[in-house]
């Protein structure tokens, strides 16, 4: 299953979870993983603005997983409210944003795009 860019890539079963995460481990690309729920309000409010900043920053990859789907992924990164969103690099954590707070997430994701283009020491 090859990531589309610019687009929320859904991940529906282990096996696709640890590709994807395999493939972004590799590409050394900023990843935002979406941790959500189908009842989740929130979620549900904040997901057309994650395909938005997919779309925008094409050069960044988005997942999403279903706490309920995928439980022993959600227990593993420890995510206890939803949405969480977790930024990565290289299997890394680097930030956590935790609820749907579009400017927070967006200002997240810059700032993580532009310590990736900077070298640091």
């Known amino acids: 299953m090859a990531a589309e860019e610019g687009?929320?890539?859904?991940c529906h079963t282990l096996q696709a979870w640890?590709?994807?995460?395999?493939?972004?481990?590799?590409?050394?690309?900023?990843?935002?993983?979406?941790?959500?729920?189908?009842?989740?309000?929130?979620?549900?409010?904040?997901?057309?603005?994650?395909?938005?900043?997919?779309?925008?920053?094409?050069?960044v990859t988005f997942l999403k997983?279903?706490?309920?789907?995928?439980?022993?992924?959600?227990a593993d990164w420890a995510v206890e409210a939803m949405p969480t969103f977790m930024f990565l690099r290289e299997g890394k954590i680097l930030d956590k944003v935790v609820g749907a707070k579009k400017d927070e997430l967006q200002q997240t994701v810059l700032k993580h795009m532009?310590?990736?283009?900077?070298?640091?020491a």
């Open 7 to 10: 687009q929320v890539i859904v």
């Open 18 to 59: 640890n590709e994807q995460l395999q493939l972004c481990n590799q590409s050394k690309k900023l990843v935002v993983v979406d941790f959500t729920a189908s009842w989740c309000g929130p979620c549900r409010f904040i997901a057309p603005f994650l395909a938005e900043l997919a779309k925008k920053f094409p050069s």
């Open 65 to 74: 997983v279903d706490v309920d789907e995928l439980k022993d992924v959600a």
């Open 114 to 120: 532009a310590a990736s283009t900077t070298t640091s």
